[in-house]
């Protein structure tokens, strides 16, 4: 007998197999990030503008896991590259990931993998090591950005441009993603 991938069972409740729901989880968060991506706030001296996307990844890494969260950014950067516009400000096509700011992309892959690990290490529970880890991962971000724009600036302005003027939103975006993670644990 072939069991199904969702079923009610008889007392209504509405029940999903493990792969069918990994799947699920793994969509919506590629959503959630694209979402995410569009708070997006143009700074007027750098090519990088502060998005959301960044406590999207580490919400995305610290609840799916190292795997599952890394396997979710690769395929949110793959709905990009094919044309779905889910990168900051609606951009979409493979150019982005050629452009200055492609290293904060490829970074997302690291920072939710190592979110990840650090939740299955446990350190996402208490709320002090739950915003170190969500602060250590936004700074792979950053560092992996700046790292990139250095090969269009150099590194001294790409540190200029693409790193230091964001470290204090990234520990604000910390503070919230440190906070839902926690509350979402809760839950």
């Known amino acids: 007998m072939k069991t199904s991938v969702i079923s009610f069972k ?3 409740i509405l029940k999903i197999d493990t792969k069918s729901l990994n799947v699920i ?3 919506f968060s590629t959503f959630l990030i694209a979402v995410l ?3 997006s706030v143009p700074v007027p001296f750098s090519p990088v503008p502060i998005t959301g996307q960044t406590i999207g990844v580490v919400l995305v890494g610290s609840l799916l896991g190292s795997k599952k969260g890394a396997v979710a950014i690769c395929l949110y950067i793959f709905e990009g590259v094919i044309g779905i516009p889910v990168f900051a400000q609606l951009k979409a096509g ?7 700011t492609a290293g904060y992309i490829y970074g997302f892959i690291i920072a939710a993998y190592i979110a990840g690990i650090f939740s299955e290490k446990g350190l996402t529970k208490n709320p002090t090591q739950c915003f170190v880890s ?3 991962s936004t700074t792979i971000i950053l560092l992996s950005g700046a790292l990139y724009l250095s090969f269009f600036k150099g590194i001294n302005d790409a ?5 230091y003027p964001f470290l204090l939103g990234d520990v ?3 503070a919230v993603a440190a906070l839902l993670i926690v509350s979402l644990r809760r839950v």
Request: with cysteine; proline share 7%; glycine share 12%.
């Open 10 to 12: 008889k007392s209504g």
């Open 25 to 27: 989880m793994v969509l």
């Open 37 to 39: 991506a569009q708070i």
């Open 94 to 100: 493979p150019h982005v990931l050629f452009g200055p």
């Open 134 to 136: 969500c602060f250590i």
């Open 159 to 163: 540190l200029i441009l693409g790193f």
């Open 172 to 174: 604000i975006k910390s």
